[in-house]
Structures are given as C-alpha cells and as structure tokens.
T-cell receptor, first 113, second 113 residues
C-alpha cells in the first residue's frame, strides 16, 4: 500500500509567517502534487513535480513555492502567510506510466490568523 | 472558469437504494475521468475511472457512465450503504494519466439508514 505522510494534521500560523508543509511518500513515485481544498471550489492544483529538483506551476501557484531535493519528499512553502491561504492542503503522488491513481495524504488543515 | 462541475452540492439517499452522482465538463480535450471519495479528516481515495474509449466501467457496486457527446458522466452506487456517506469528487485529465487532474467541487452523499 502506498503511504503518503503529511507532517502536520493541523497548523495555526500568523499572517506574515513563513510556513513549511512537508510531504513524504514511501513508494518511489516520480510525481508529487500539492492541492488545496476549499468549500465550493473542490481541489485546486498549486504545484507539482515530476522529478527531483523539477517543479511546475499548477492552477493557483501565487503565494506559494515548492522544494523537491529528494525523490520521497515534496515541500510546500508559504513565503508570507495570508488569511486567504487558510485551507486544507493535500499532497498526492503517483507512479508514471501505469494506470495508477493519485494517492493522497490525509491533509494538513492550515489556519492563518 | 470551472471546467468540471458537480451541480449538486449534496444528496441524500435511503440505504439500499441507488445513488446517482452527476458531473459535467466543458473541456472537450478531457480524455480520462475519475471519481474519488473523501471522508472527513482523510485524503481522497480513488474509487473508479473511465477512459473516453468506453462509455461504462463497473467495479462491484460502483458503475461510472460516460456520455461524451453530452460531456457528462455519472457514478451509480447500488445498493447504497451507510459507509458510502462521504464527499465524492469527479476529476478529469487530458490524457490517460493523472497529471494536472481538474477536480469538480464535490457532492456530499448522505445515506439514510
């Protein structure tokens, strides 16, 4: 079974803080993704990475950056947290080239006050 | 612009009856469609998928139907069980894979015992 672990289930941060959300997967998958889930908006893609040190912007990258120094770890960075970044953040992975669905972590509920 | 739409935010169904969840899309380049199920405080889990070369795919109690001309897909759950109570997301991508999945806004299904 694929395991996708997000380091924190709940986080509370203040406006202007730099925030790191960590995601680790144990299945040697090439592709990793960061989504945010908001009521009425579904899941929206922030960034994804298809290899170490590679990254691509998703649909809503503004205010975020990412880091992938090792294959198993994909970090989402909020450079200066704002209240409109209060959301549920979901990390996901999948293996390239096979009919394999996205595997999601359990999410990090971030509140920015 | 919401390319994948789930127009029913919620649905209640009696246990043992059929649940039908609907999804419409606007992008004719979408070629591969998936349904995910999400319980509170957990990440979404893959349920069933269909590629555009098919019009139906079945897996146990779950069947997905695709009508390409209408740009519409539906998920049928028969018979509905209390454990099916969750939020269901449909998702689409431009080819047989998971990169940059576009998700709908979700439908909360409640099964009434």
């Amino acid at each position: 079974d694929v395991k996708v672990t997000q380091s924190s289930r709940y986080l509370v941060k203040r406006t202007g803080e730099k925030v790191f959300l960590e995601c680790v997967q144990d299945m040697d998958h090439e592709n990793m993704f960061w989504y945010r889930q908001d009521p009425g908006l579904g899941l929206r893609l922030i960034y994804f990475s298809y290899d170490v040190k590679m990254k691509e912007k998703g649909d809503i990258p503004e205010g975020y950056s990412v880091s992938r120094e090792k294959k198993e770890r994909f970090s989402l960075i909020l450079e200066s947290a704002s209240t409109n970044q209060t959301s549920m953040y979901l990390c996901a992975t999948y293996r390239q080239g096979v009919d394999s669905p996205l595997h999601f972590g359990n999410g990090t509920r971030l509140t920015v006050t | 612009d919401q390319q994948v739409k789930q127009n029913s935010p919620s649905l209640s169904v009696q246990e043992g009856r059929i649940s039908i969840l609907n999804c419409d899309y606007t992008n004719s380049m979408f070629d591969y469609f998936l349904w995910y199920k999400k319980y509170p405080a957990e990440g979404p889990t893959f349920l069933i998928s269909i590629s555009s070369i098919k019009d139906k795919n079945e897996d146990g109690r779950f069947t997905v139907f695709l009508n390409k001309s209408a740009k519409h897909l539906s998920l049928h759950i028969v018979p509905s069980q209390p454990g099916d109570s969750a939020v269901y997301f449909c998702a689409a991508s431009g080819y047989f894979g998971n990169e940059k999945l576009t998700f709908g806004t979700g439908t909360r299904l409640t099964i009434i015992p």
